[in-house]
């Protein structure tokens, strides 16, 4: 007789029990627990160094692999990039608003005394601009800054998309060399960076101890605001910014919608993310009668952009932290953040857990201390779920947009596939 095998513990398990874990024991040391805090900046290490290459890659793979008609691609541009301003708008305000930073550093007494952001005091467009061009092709990857790499990425990405169209044309097919090189170097790069994945369970446990040995429960409570705000945040964007597009613009009725995004949205909950979500997001979509070319431009290649829900989590996030250490950020310095916001979650869209790993970027990008970052993970878990379901919705919503605009043959079209890079 067959022994029944035990069910698989998942990565939100074994982070609550990291949790559970690392409470307890910080709570049985006390201060001496604070050592075990090294075991969060190992896997903040990790993740750094491999951020660069990913973003690289990923960027890369887009351009190669994306071939999108002008007009509807401007369109559909245009669309998330709208929803994507507002959602980092929503972001910022609550954090100026509530504040949860300031709640945390209370809770856990961070640095007290509010100072300016050191390296940018006062904005000045110029300069940051002269500052996001690198001086060679190696520095960017050398000092780990995203912001050159993605800018000298786009350029050398949209070069061999041009390479490859002539090449086409000429009916070559030297480029094929380039595009799986490019695409095998992708995915051993997120190989990667999925198995540093795993180590962040051991990441939460050395800093709960960390912080429970040093504050006791008022850990929990301090991150309660962190959450809170950023909950509260995704649902203005879903329940509101969402539904006068679906409503006054799309004009299409609303419990229509929601029961087509009744299963997707149960799915992104349940698989956290909206990459594994997608051939649920187009079936319901079919479903819907949303013609096939708008549901695959927007699920399968909008998606890189249509990322609402790590753009909000994101800009909040920062100005939280920032909040933390006590550095003051001035509206200026906000709009940075919310530009490197944008840049990192179209940059390492479709990786897993691309919110927590493109803030780190974002942290490291405006020259943010990262000591309460490994705090954050602990509750990312539950975060990136909904996260995962605002990114989804979003992806539905600029469907129906686009379907709405640029009305197509029906569902049941023959059209030509789609080949694009995965948001999630």
């Given at each position: 007789?067959?022994?029944?095998?035990?069910?698989?513990?998942?990565?939100?398990?074994?982070?609550?029990?990291?949790?559970?874990?690392?409470?307890a024991l910080g709570s049985l040391l006390g201060p001496q627990a604070e050592v075990l805090k090294t075991l969060g900046s190992v896997v903040i290490d990790l993740i750094k160094a491999l951020a660069g290459p990913l973003v690289f890659f990923a960027v890369l793979d887009a351009f190669l692999r994306t071939d999108v008609k002008a007009r509807s691609g401007g369109l559909m541009v245009a669309i998330s990039l709208s929803n994507a301003t507002?959602?980092?708008?929503?972001?910022?305000?609550?954090?100026?608003?509530?504040?949860?930073?300031?709640?945390?550093r209370a809770v856990l007494g961070g640095e007290g005394a509010t100072r300016p952001l050191p390296l940018v005091e006062k904005l000045d467009f110029v300069k940051q601009l002269k500052s996001?061009?690198?001086?060679?092709?190696?520095?960017?990857?050398?000092?780990?800054?995203?912001?050159h790499i993605v800018i000298m990425t786009v350029l050398a990405g949209a070069a061999l998309r041009v390479v490859k169209n002539h090449q086409v044309r000429q009916g070559e097919t030297a480029y094929r060399a380039v595009e799986d090189l490019v695409t095998t170097c992708y995915k051993a790069v997120e190989l990667m960076l999925s198995w540093v994945i795993l180590l962040v369970p051991l990441a939460v446990f050395g800093v709960i101890a960390s912080v429970f040995g040093e504050h006791g429960l008022n850990a929990v409570k301090g991150l309660s605001a962190y959450v809170g705000v950023a909950v509260l945040g995704l649902a203005l964007q879903i329940g509101i910014v969402y539904q006068i597009w679906i409503k006054f613009v799309a004009r299409r009725p609303l419990v229509w919608f929601w029961k087509g995004a009744r299963d997707p949205i149960a799915y992104a909950v349940?698989?956290?993310?909206?990459?594994?979500?997608?051939?649920?997001?187009?079936?319901?979509l079919d479903a819907m009668k949303v013609s096939p070319q708008s549901a695959r431009l927007s699920a399968c290649i909008g998606?890189?952009?249509?990322?609402?829900?790590?753009?909000?989590?994101?800009?909040?996030?920062?100005?939280?932290?920032?909040?933390?250490?006590?550095?003051?950020?001035g509206l200026g310095q906000q709009a940075l953040t919310a530009a490197a916001c944008l840049i990192a979650g179209i940059g390492i869209a479709g990786v897993p857990d691309a919110g927590l790993i493109s803030l780190l970027v974002v942290l490291t990008t405006v020259g943010?201390?990262?000591?309460?970052?490994?705090?954050l993970l602990s509750v990312d878990w539950f975060l990136s779920r909904c996260r995962a379901m605002t990114n989804v919705i979003s992806d539905m919503l600029v469907a129906v947009l686009l379907d709405h605009f640029h009305p197509n043959p029906g569902p049941h079209a023959m059209v030509p596939e789609l080949d694009g890079s995965h948001g999630s």
């Open positions: 007789m067959k022994r029944p095998r035990l069910p698989r513990i998942g990565q939100a398990g074994r982070i609550l029990i990291a949790m559970v874990l690392g409470a507002i959602a980092m708008i929503i972001g910022l305000t609550l954090s100026n608003v509530l504040q949860p930073g300031v709640f945390l996001f061009v690198p001086t060679n092709v190696l520095q960017p990857f050398l000092e780990n800054s995203i912001l349940g698989a956290s993310s909206s990459l594994a979500t997608m051939p649920v997001t187009l079936a319901s998606t890189n952009l249509n990322n609402d829900g790590i753009m909000l989590y994101e800009a909040m996030a920062v100005l939280c932290v920032a909040q933390y250490h006590g550095i003051h950020m943010l201390p990262l000591e309460v970052y490994p705090l």
